[in-house]
């Protein structure tokens, strides 16, 4: 085992006067503070963008669900177990499975897909499911690594366990666990709900995850959106070329004289019932077997099928959006209103874009990077 | 029918294609609809999504080939004197003082526009997606100020004139996909020839689009199926819904494929299979035909 970092824990710090930040203004109001405190706050978020990093695009995250004893805690409204279930963010390109872990036990809740449908089926379900008993982290774990172990080299495996319980029953040495997973290449992160644990710490570290311990709800929400974002891939992960179909979607109505309903490929092992008789559908370039939905894996001939708004969907990871420059209000010539909203420039900075030089205000800025992630201005000039 | 309550607003912008270019074209073809027709089926929708409820509220961009601008609302916190002490909004014929400050107010701003705006040469193309994502961070700022207890229903109507430009393909689904996410609605009116990103983006964000057969009715089109909001839409027989290509184009030739090679580092698209990949410069690994080995069996001790 390596040695562990220097880390100053927050008790071996020095005494820190946290009443010193609050500043008075002449009239004792704390007002100033207060909204200098909330526009840090909008502000918190670092834009690091990778550059010339290579992203893992092709991911496979296991998640798993910690549902022990400890999940019934109020401390997260209404507890933190229907907490964890509420947030829950498609993420990119790639396939997601659920475990859930409780009573010294793990169960697999939903299959490696890449439809987000049936996961949040399955977890409003899992929302009513009692906790109980203690978690295990090497049987989780176990279970992820037997599903992950089979993916192809060149995707990224994750894992990401969202811990409440302070404790894990294990029936093996877990450390032995880590060395595999290390050789695996299989990346480990964690969210702990209540406190820090070094067993944690030492798997995180090892595999080359993240550990965090969350302070808040937003706080979660905000590591959650973390780990949705493609992290940088390891440079063993190899670099091919997939090959894959993009099929046509047909809607056939009754009044086509060729339209012959066939069943639908998912739709024959479900258990959900229904006919599963339909017209239209997506049929695979290859085999013509029918699909109802998008991205899926024909199971006939093996192809993945997508269509082309999926693989759009992550093109703003790799052409990042650059952050914009801050500037005080009080410096800034010209019209004071904000060139995306056509709104007046009222906060105390402005941010201008580096490429177009366009003011936009503090909404708009927060708007663009996390949702719009195009500068309107610029793709005026260069589209 | 369902009646609007006094808590929901519903924001309406409209995104008009003024491209002079195309416009001035059609003059020579069809004299009997020229842009200031155009303006007038849409100052008539306005007004009738105005007056629906008092709750309504709209907004027009003109879309240009050089920038995108506001029709309305007019800036009026302007340093100096706003429009309206100037000239007084009486247009003398009884019509509610709101729609007529707003149709003079769109009238002196496309005015101003095509006069002040010069076509250079090689920027022709409509600047669609910089109109839409204006379009969008407007939208966020009305819903950022609304009153407390107040619920907002936004939609965006484009009217389309020019043909597609292929280089704002990006742009415009990173646009489609956050109207997506801020669950608006984009609905699309096309006069001339089929958009194929308009297609997609009245697929993923569940709007309407229709290309419509006579332009000079363009009124009459707008008003029966694009005034409607979404929770009305579903009473009514409408369009019905187009066959959206979602094929992929490769990026070597620009042809819609079938079947395609994705990078997996950069996401780009070919229709063969090549050792590097042109847009990231990657080495792929060329897969060999994996040897079998032979298989050992292993006795089990009984359990």
């Known amino acids: 085992m390596d040695e562990e970092p220097e880390r100053a824990k927050r008790w071996e710090g020095g005494y820190e006067r946290t009443w010193e930040i609050l500043k008075e203004d002449e009239s004792g109001s704390l007002k100033a503070t207060v909204e200098e405190i909330l526009f840090q706050a909008k502000r918190k978020r670092v834009f690091e963008s990778h550059g010339q990093v290579r992203l893992g695009m092709m991911r496979h995250l296991c998640v798993?669900?910690?549902?022990?004893?400890?999940?019934?805690?109020?401390?997260?409204?209404?507890?933190?177990?229907?907490?964890?279930?509420?947030?829950?963010?498609?993420?990119?390109?790639?396939?997601?499975?659920?475990?859930?872990?409780?009573?010294?036990?793990?169960?697999?809740?939903?299959?490696?897909?890449?439809?987000?449908?049936?996961?949040?089926?399955?977890?409003?379900?899992?929302?009513?499911?009692?906790?109980?008993?203690?978690p295990s982290l090497y049987n989780s774990l176990n279970l992820a690594m037997q599903t992950l172990k089979h993916m192809p080299a060149h995707s990224s495996k994750e894992v990401l366990i969202i811990l409440s319980s302070l404790t894990t029953c294990d029936p093996a040495n877990i450390y032995d666990l880590v060395k595999t997973?290390?050789?695996?290449?299989?990346?480990?992160?964690?969210?702990?709900?209540?406190?820090?644990?070094?067993?944690?710490?030492?798997?995180?570290?090892?595999?080359?995850?993240?550990?965090?311990?969350?302070?808040?709800?937003?706080?979660?929400?905000?590591?959650?959106?973390?780990?949705?974002?493609?992290?940088?891939?390891?440079?063993?992960?190899?670099?091919?070329?997939?090959?894959?179909?993009?099929?046509q979607h047909t809607i056939a109505s009754l009044s086509d004289q060729d339209a012959k309903p066939s069943f639908s490929q998912a739709h024959l092992d479900s258990t959900s019932g229904g006919p599963g008789l339909s017209l239209g559908g997506y049929f695979c370039p290859q085999c013509h077997a029918k699909y109802t939905e998008l991205p899926v894996e024909c199971k006939i001939c093996g192809l993945t099928l997508v269509s082309a708004p999926h693989l759009a969907r992550s093109f703003h990871h790799l052409f990042p959006l650059e952050a914009f420059q801050e500037s005080p209000l009080e410096l800034h010539q010209g019209e004071r209103f904000c060139v995306a909203c056509q709104g007046e420039l009222r906060d105390k900075s402005v941010f201008t874009c580096p490429w177009c030089c366009s003011v936009f205000c503090v909404e708009c800025d927060l708007f663009i990077h996390d949702i719009l992630h195009c500068c309107p201005s610029c793709i005026h000039s260069r589209p | 029918m369902v009646m609007a309550s006094e808590d929901e607003v519903s924001l309406l912008v409209i995104v008009v294609d003024v491209n002079p270019i195309w416009w001035g074209q059609q003059a020579n073809r069809e004299p009997q609809f020229t842009l200031s027709k155009c303006l007038d089926a849409v100052m008539v929708m306005g007004n009738s999504h105005l007056v629906m409820t008092r709750n309504n509220k709209l907004a027009i961009i003109a879309s240009h080939c050089q920038e995108s601008h506001f029709l309305y609302p007019f800036k009026l916190w302007k340093s100096g004197d706003g429009h309206g002490d100037d000239n007084p909004s009486t247009s003398g014929d009884g019509k509610y003082e709101l729609l007529s400050v707003a149709n003079d107010i769109m009238a002196e701003e496309i005015k101003i526009l095509m006069s002040r705006t010069e076509v250079k040469g090689n920027q022709t193309d409509t600047l669609?997606?910089?109109?839409?994502?204006?379009?969008?961070?407007?939208?966020?700022r009305v819903t950022k100020e609304l009153e407390a207890g107040q619920e907002i229903k936004s939609r965006i109507l484009v009217i389309k004139a020019a043909d597609d430009c292929a280089l704002q393909y990006m742009n415009f689904m990173n646009v489609i996909f956050a109207a997506q996410k801020q669950s608006i609605l984009i609905d699309a009116c096309v006069l001339d020839s089929d958009s194929g990103l308009l297609q997609q983006a009245c697929d993923i964000t569940g709007g309407l689009y229709l290309m419509i057969p006579q332009k000079i009715a363009l009124a009459q089109y707008l008003l029966w199926v694009f005034l409607p909001d979404s929770d009305q839409r579903s009473q009514l027989v409408l369009p019905p819904p187009v066959h959206v290509d979602y094929r992929a184009a490769c990026f070597c030739h620009r042809n819609l494929i079938e079947i395609g090679y994705v990078c997996s580092v950069c996401l780009s698209?070919?229709?063969?299979?090549?050792?590097?990949?042109?847009?990231?410069?990657?080495?792929?690994?060329?897969?060999?035909?994996?040897?079998?080995?032979?298989?050992?069996?292993?006795?089990?001790?009984?359990?």
């Open chain 1, 181 to 247: 997973l290390k050789a695996l290449k299989i990346r480990v992160s964690v969210i702990g709900l209540s406190a820090e644990v070094r067993v944690c710490t030492v798997l995180t570290r090892e595999t080359g995850g993240s550990y965090h311990v969350i302070l808040d709800e937003s706080h979660f929400r905000e590591l959650l959106m973390f780990h949705v974002k493609p992290p940088p891939a390891s440079a063993s992960s190899e670099c091919s070329l997939i090959r894959m179909g993009f099929p």
């Open chain 2, 128 to 140: 669609l997606a910089g109109s839409l994502a204006k379009a969008l961070c407007y939208i966020h």
């Open chain 1, 64 to 134: 798993v669900i910690d549902t022990s004893r400890t999940m019934e805690d109020q401390d997260l409204k209404p507890n933190r177990l229907t907490s964890t279930l509420k947030v829950r963010k498609r993420g990119d390109r790639g396939d997601v499975g659920i475990i859930t872990t409780k009573n010294k036990r793990a169960e697999k809740l939903t299959d490696l897909a890449g439809n987000p449908k049936k996961h949040i089926a399955a977890l409003r379900n899992a929302k009513d499911s009692t906790c109980g008993g203690e």
């Open chain 2, 269 to 303: 698209i070919f229709c063969n299979f090549s050792p590097i990949c042109t847009t990231c410069e990657t080495a792929f690994k060329i897969p060999l035909p994996q040897m079998v080995k032979a298989k050992k069996k292993k006795l089990k001790p009984s359990t």
